[in-house]
């Protein structure tokens, strides 16, 4: 494809493939030549008492529903090749990868930066394509890519939701149907944070009430924070381009959600 001049568009995933990741892969082949997709479930970015062992991995399922979508190549590596014995180089991006997902997951972006490297150094794509649930994974990659120059464009694409608004992931799979509709108070929140944001209410008071809304739902709450879209620092300006971010836990499942917010 490459030596044929066309322009090869790249969706790096886990698996357990939903309509989320569909979309990338839709909006990949609007946009470029032919696309690649990775299933590669990466155990740098799961913390000892995470779910690496349990995490879903429907493989036949997922190939076939990528190239039932018009995926051109599917890149399936395996663990111990990917990752040999001598392997000792680590890719992070200080600051923005220690705070909200990087503080309640210690080493986890330093193992997404890493495989994220590897993999556009041997797929060698044109553009990477992102999807905005994994928000602040979306921001580090970007600030990577821009200061180890890596020729590559990044396109991050809108959140595909359930019916009940729940935030699509390859973790609602372990939830039931009830839970779902439980989780759902995520997105009610943050709607609700958006509102009382765009009608001034001060940061701080808008991540207590959000925090709040979702506990009221019987989920334990990681984080709820106002950030800048560019920097991730707490966002406390009268006016500007904000995201309101939350991670929450439900049944033990671990949910992230945003919304994008501007304050005027």
């Known amino acids: 494809m490459r030596a044929r001049g066309k322009r090869i568009g790249f969706v790096p995933t886990m698996g357990a493939l939903h309509d989320g990741h569909l979309s990338l892969i839709k909006s990949a082949r609007q946009r470029t030549d032919g696309v690649v997709a990775s299933i590669f479930v990466n155990p740098l970015q799961f913390g000892p008492t995470e779910d690496f062992k349990r995490y879903p991995r429907p493989l036949r399922k997922d190939t076939a529903l990528l190239h039932s979508a018009g995926t051109a190549a599917v890149f399936v590596p395996d663990v111990a090749a990917f990752y040999p014995p001598e392997f000792k180089t680590a890719v992070s991006v200080d600051d923005l990868g220690d705070r909200l997902e990087g503080a309640v997951r210690p080493g986890h972006f330093r193992g997404v ?5 590897k993999l556009l150094q041997i797929v060698q794509p044109h ?91 019987g989920l334990s709450v990681d984080y709820v924070s106002v950030a800048d879209r560019e920097s991730l620092e707490p966002f406390r300006a009268k006016t500007g381009q904000a995201v309101l971010l939350a991670a929450a836990k439900l049944s033990g499942v671990r949910l992230i959600d945003n919304v994008l917010v501007d304050v005027t």
Request: aromatic residues 4%; charged residues 30%; contains cysteine.
């Open 127 to 217: 553009v990477l394509y992102l999807g905005q649930k994994d928000f602040q994974q979306a921001v580090l990659l970007r600030r990577m890519i821009l200061d180890l120059c890596v020729p590559v464009d990044v396109r991050v694409c809108p959140i595909v939701r359930e019916k009940n608004g729940l935030a699509m992931s390859s973790r609602n799979a372990y939830l039931s149907s009830e839970k779902k509709e439980q989780a759902a108070v995520i997105r009610r929140g943050l709607q609700e944070g958006k509102r009382l944001l765009r009608n001034g209410e001060p940061a701080r008071r808008v991540e207590a009430r959000v925090a709040k809304l979702i506990q009221s739902a």
């Open 113 to 117: 930066t890493t495989v994220v490297m």
